[in-house]
């Protein structure tokens, strides 16, 4: 009982102080507490908006919506600046306590709904609710006649006397007096508008729990400001007016919300802030002309207005996006973004969808990639042909004067992904070497729809040897026909691509092959989501059970952790003993180990040929944390030597002033890198009745030097038990993790 | 310049063959090897000895990796075994195993040459009707892959396992009619009659035995592929009917070995190396018999095969030495050479092909070749027409590398050097020359 009462203490905590954080879209406490703080700068202020935010909440939670949104906030930011904006607006009174709750529960409702319309477009519904409902409150100001407008804001120093004494009053004194230039000033009264608030200092606590919480967000709201307040210079608007319009505030957010939140910060899309933010002021300057009319404030309608616009138009992007990646996961913090998928993009399931495997068997060589020399050129350029060839590098036997003479003429022809068949081009004879047909152009063709914008296409197949018909569902891996000689094709090869729609002729696009494995010098390289080149060699991984059953995390298996320590230091020492992890999966249906003894989280992801540790949240260094970075990314196949590397997260593996200078330069520059490397040594067998054995090198650089490197020898038994050796050049650690029988 | 003398050659008469050119053409040159992967037969021999059997490695990474890209680019999971007699010098095993093929083994000695070779217990297959108490407590714990042959071996392998508490890793020989002949029904239990199935039902329910896989071996020189398709298609019925019966899947299906070399069997029309059929008409006829069977494509096993001669055959030579020209009483030509049956068992099966280590003249006459054993039956060619060499000559046998260095005898005289010509091109004796201490280490007198 005790525990559940606690729980929902802490939950009701979270709701409350993560919405004001949500405000900058973050769920950090510390910029929570500087927020709530200054929202009290004005008691009516901050007392309206504390009523609003458990008004919303308490909806929210007896009314059984998301408890995952509510305690991130999500439910109550909205109801928290209407309640600020309405209490700073009328002097405290019963009936305006009764104004702030019923907007509250407008607003409230507003979130629902534009959380469920906006939604369906993958969309964030932002401050709209807030809009609508501020606006709604302000139109009827006029006939509110038993609410008293507020005479704060008058009275500056006597209200801030009333606060903190002579020392307030001196300090804002000191501030008014010190910071002298507009620029700045403006700056951070626009950020103290975010809450209403109007004084300096209010600004400057927000610039201070900002930089707290993320450089990225404080250097992107700087570089907001600054690029809208040149433009205002440049137009020559008058921009003293930013000084009592506040209006400042809606270059700050836009800046925060599209350079690193809603997608991964990066140049790119600081550069795309700076193009942006003009036609927010624009937007700002004729709203406002607008809504004079009414002797109402557009508010952060240029805000929403410019982010939900252009989320919406990224969105719509046929081709696979290299630049400007909407988060895939919100990590809630954009360093942590940007770390995360710095590193690799590709390693997430959200950049692309469908997995695709080589569609044939055994080793293949690439005789034309993308932008090829022969025919793989202007809107067909996406494409692969891949052929056989011999040790000596011959893609026939004999004179190589017949079809039946090149070693994939005739072979099988798999679907890459599971899929629908949805055209069959099976009657086009065979053509004798060095002869093309122009006239069917593709061949024998069978084109297999995988999403609603995904389709491969496999061309110049055997005659009459397509084994599927138009509407059949394939598996992934399945036999669909047999690789020939028809259509434009001199000598036999597979033509393989990828297009957006069902028909034969459509135009390429640019989509990978999900895990392949790259014939390199003595051995092979695991490539991920990628485009094999000309030249290559290339097979499929194949899978070995024990990998398999040892990386199936499935929800409820415990491992029971028992770590051993050689060291001098007690740092490490100390983390001798047992330990328990269990496997859970949350409501967005990823999984993650949980450790009992420290509460640590690692967040994982299974796509069936790859395991992939996603996410660490907890204490470093700590067993959990070793098998996070030990275990990074292992494929569930196998081959002897091959090789699998990967980047690893900066902020999971630096800490101190180094990361947090990284932290400012991180969308300019990554000088930190946390390189991660794995070698399978020995294999287990094709039975998959051996122990799988490999090495993973975690080597962390700056500007290219080694800093230090952690070395560990891993082997996985067939009863899905770990043994981890791990050296650094502190300590030999030795973790045994082995399955928790049902008994 | 001074002129060479030209050599002496005896006069040879020859019958006239009258007549048009035939479809091949004009006689050509006889074929002669002068050196192996770039090293003089002249100075093998000068170096090791004659006899000589050499090996090349690079002809044997070649033929392996042709095998495996036949298999591997027909079905998702291939496995090659190296089936230990046909060669089992320690020197060429490991280079099969090193290339990533497992054992097969037929006896407890090649068991534990396997072992002693390093090769994990897990990754051998043990055949063969023969295995004693002995060798399967060695294959249980090695947890190799032990295929039983018959119903004593299967009572037997209860036994054993309940007696050691252990599991046991176990497959069956299945012998069929794939319309060979003969029908090697010697060997495992009959599908055609029940038998198999009847020996699946008992280990399926034994409590310590665990299937792994199905085995077959349909026999040897199998010239037409079709028997293979057909074996294949026989065991995917047994593997399915496993499935249907106790929802389980095998692990894999032994396709055995049986492929022809390309050597000439005595008494066929035509050239081996132009009959044969490639590893690529192999694979493709069990490949396709496999996929397009009633498996899943996700459940389909993995393949093993046990082929030796076809990759072994081509990478072996012996060199040897003309001893003596001889005529006959009939005027027909022969000759001695230092190599005989004692040394080429395959001689037996095939028309081995001789050849000279010098262009020599392009006259040649009906010939039969001699070993050197005082004993009637070592004849290591019955006619073969041959240009005159003189005592001394060094000639080549080609594709001697299956077999022969395993059931060669030692038999009036010692067995010669054997070397191995790396893929670097360096000669190494893999096996060295008998000598009387090494007969007469084995042996004791009766002290009187």
Redesign the interface.
Known sequence: MHMTDALRGRDIMHSILNSYSQVFFSTSKTLAVFLMGISFFDYGAGIGGLVAVLVANLLAWQMGYNSWFLRSGLYGFNALLVGLGVGLFYQPSLQVYVLIIVSALTCFFLTIVFQGVLGKYGLPFLSVPFLLTIWIVALSAGSLSALNLSERGIFVYNELYSIGGTFFVDLYDFLEKGISSTFIRIYFRSLAAIFFQTHLLAGIIIALGLLIYSRITFVLSMLGYAVAYLFYWLAGIEFDSLGYTFIGFNYILTAIALGGYYLVPGRVSFGWIILLLPAVVLITTSTQQLFQMFRISPYSLPFNAIVLMFLYALKLREQRSRYLIETPVQLGEPEKNLYLYSGNMNRFPAAYPVSAALP?????TVSQGHNGDFTHKGAWRQAWDFV?N??GGQQFKNEGDFADDY??F???VLAPADGTVAEVINSITDNAIGDVNTKDNWGNTVILKHNDFLYSKLSHLKYHSVEVKPGDLV?K???IARCGNSGRSPYPHLHFQFQTNPYVGSVTTDYPFGHYLLHEKGGYSLQSFDFPKKGQVLV?P?KNEVLKKALHFIPGRQILVSVKVESEKDKWKKLEGDYKWVTETDVYNTTFLKCLQTGALAYLYNQGDMHFFTNFQGKKPSPLFWLYFTLFKVPLGFQ?NSRINDILPVHLLYGGVLKIFQDFVAPLYLFLKAEYQLVMKQTG??????KVQFETVVSRKAAGRTIDVTKSLVYIFPDGTFEINLETDKAKIRMICKNESES | MTMEKSTYEKPVINKITAGVPSKFGLPVKPKYIAAIDGIAVSALIEKYGSPLFVFSEKTIK?TY??AR?A?????????FAWSYKTNYLDAICSVFHDE?A?AEVVSGFEFEKALALGV?G??ILFNGPEKSVEDLTLAINH?ACIHIDHFDELYLLIELTRKLDKTA?VAIRVNMDTGIYPMWDRFGFNYENGEAWNAINRIMLAEKLDL?GLHTHIGTYIMATTAYAVAAAKLANLYMAIHRKFNYWL??LDLGGGFASKNTLKGSYMPGSETCPSF?EYA?AI?NAL?SSEIP??NLP?LFLETGRALIDDAGYLLTTVLANKRLSTGRRSMVIDAGVNLLFTSFWYNLGVYTSNPGSDQVEETTIYGPLCMNIDVVRDAINFPHVKTGDQLVIERVGAYNVTQWMQFITYRPNVVLITSNGNAHVIRRKENLETIKKQESKIEK
């Open positions: 044939f068997f055994g080793e293949w056989i011999d040790s070693y994939c005739g072979k099988a598996k891996g399945q036999l499929n194949s002897a067998d094709v039975l998959s009745s051996d | 070649t990796a042709d890209r298999f591997e680019t027909r079905y998702p999971k291939v496995q990533g497992w994990n897990s990754q947890n890793r792994t692990k894999y690529d493709e490949s996929i494509h996700e993995a």
